[in-house]
């Protein structure tokens, strides 16, 4: 069995969000204070934009276009995050 983790954000007056899904492994550096960086889709209102995920000692940073911070300095202690068992 695989274990993944589904991490979902919302930010502004939460109507704006994005969602990724990440190993075991990954989220267990990231818990450490690891350092780890994926691009996804974010969505505001319905519309779909890029977005990249950026974390680091233990915090998450969400820019998007034209240097937008969606998201500064978030604690992961305050991230929705549910994990996934994966039967291969």
Same mark, same amino acid.
Not at 9 to 18: E, Q, T
Not at 34 to 40: D, F, R, V, W
């Given at each position: 069995? #695989?274990?993944?983790?589904? /991490?979902? /954000?919302?930010?502004?007056?939460?109507?704006?969000?994005?969602?990724?899904?990440?190993?075991?492994?990954?989220?267990?550096?990231?818990?450490? &204070? &690891?350092?780890?960086?994926?691009?996804?889709?974010?969505?505001?209102?319905?519309? #779909?934009? !890029?977005?990249?995920?950026?974390?680091?000692? &233990?915090?998450? #940073?969400?820019?998007?276009?034209? &240097?937008?911070?969606?998201?500064?300095? #978030? !604690?992961?202690?305050?991230?929705?995050?549910?994990?996934?068992?994966?039967?291969?």
């Amino acid at each position: 069995m #695989r274990v993944i983790y589904l /991490i979902t /954000i919302y930010w502004g007056n939460d109507d704006a969000h994005s969602a990724i899904k990440i190993t075991g492994k990954i989220w267990g550096n990231i818990l450490t &204070g &690891g350092e780890y960086i994926k691009s996804t889709w974010g969505y505001y209102e319905g519309v #779909r934009f !890029s977005v990249t995920w950026v974390f680091n000692n &233990g915090f998450l #940073r969400i820019d998007g276009p034209d &240097g937008m911070n969606a998201v500064l300095d #978030r !604690s992961i202690l305050s991230l929705d995050v549910a994990k996934i068992d994966v039967n291969l």
